[in-house]
């Protein structure tokens, strides 16, 4: 779809905005799918979660995180701040609430890259979120993708796995799962989600339908 025909759909629907959910076990390959669809779509939101891990080299305050000290995470959590939040890997990690709110009021899509905890509260919360799980194409690429990035020891590649392999198990909880085989081809099944998921009617707030040629003369607008 071109911009133009996007833009059509807008004029003629107002709808609220969609919460996609980006699910993946580490080493899928999800960063460079984010990435993807944010340069198609640069309209899209990416809720920056809160953490009480640390940051890592490269990692921006308030871009990829906000990293937060302990008890100032649960300060938030206590004052009902984060739409969800789960405790990954030992550490906090929380959505914060307003700005996916305000995302959903003011027709502006938003995604999050979060846990399959935080999938299922953010589903039970918002049923009208859209959830994707995104599938490595098998274990032994998995197994591979892992070893590449030459960041962790063994121990901690087969823990990942032992993760991966439970977490796939909630695919089924999921709306969509996508086999990260091709970064094209992946993303452009993203894309087709976000597309058909953007024109269900059920969304739609309000209809901008302009009267006709000789309504419009029966009301003195010509
Ligand atoms: P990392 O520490 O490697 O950035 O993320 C570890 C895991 O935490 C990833 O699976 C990521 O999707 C998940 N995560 C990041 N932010 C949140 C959040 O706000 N809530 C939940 N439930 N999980 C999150």
Redesign the pocket.
């Known amino acids: 779809m071109n911009k133009s025909m996007a833009r059509k759909t807008t004029d003629l629907a107002r709808r609220e905005g969609i919460i996609f959910i980006l699910?993946?076990p580490?080493g899928t390959g999800k960063t460079t799918l984010i990435k993807g669809l944010r340069a198609a779509y640069p309209e899209l939101r990416l809720?920056v979660?809160?953490?009480t891990?640390g940051r890592r080299q490269g990692e921006v305050h308030g871009r990829d995180?906000y990293f937060l000290e302990s008890k100032k995470f649960a300060v938030l959590k206590a004052k009902g701040e984060f739409a969800?939040?789960?405790k990954?890997?030992d550490?906090f990690?929380?959505?914060p609430r307003r700005p996916l709110e305000q995302s959903v009021r003011l027709g502006q899509d938003i995604l999050?890259?979060?846990?399959v905890?935080?999938?299922r509260?953010i589903k039970r919360k918002y049923p009208q979120a859209v959830s994707i799980f995104l599938v490595p194409p098998s274990w032994r690429e998995l197994q591979r993708r892992l070893a590449r990035r030459g960041t962790d020891g063994e121990e901690i590649i087969r823990r990942r796995l032992v993760n991966a392999r439970s977490e796939i198990r909630n695919i089924i909880k999921y709306d969509y799962y996508v086999v990260n085989r091709q970064v094209r081809e992946s993303l452009g099944l993203l894309k087709s989600i976000v597309e058909a998921e953007r024109a269900k009617t059920f969304r739609v707030k309000r209809w901008r339908i302009e009267p006709l040629y000789w309504q419009q003369r029966e009301l003195g607008h010509d």
């Open positions: 699910s993946a580490s809720s979660s809160c953490t891990r995180y969800e939040w789960a990954v890997h550490f990690y929380g959505t999050l890259d979060i846990d905890q935080g999938a509260k």
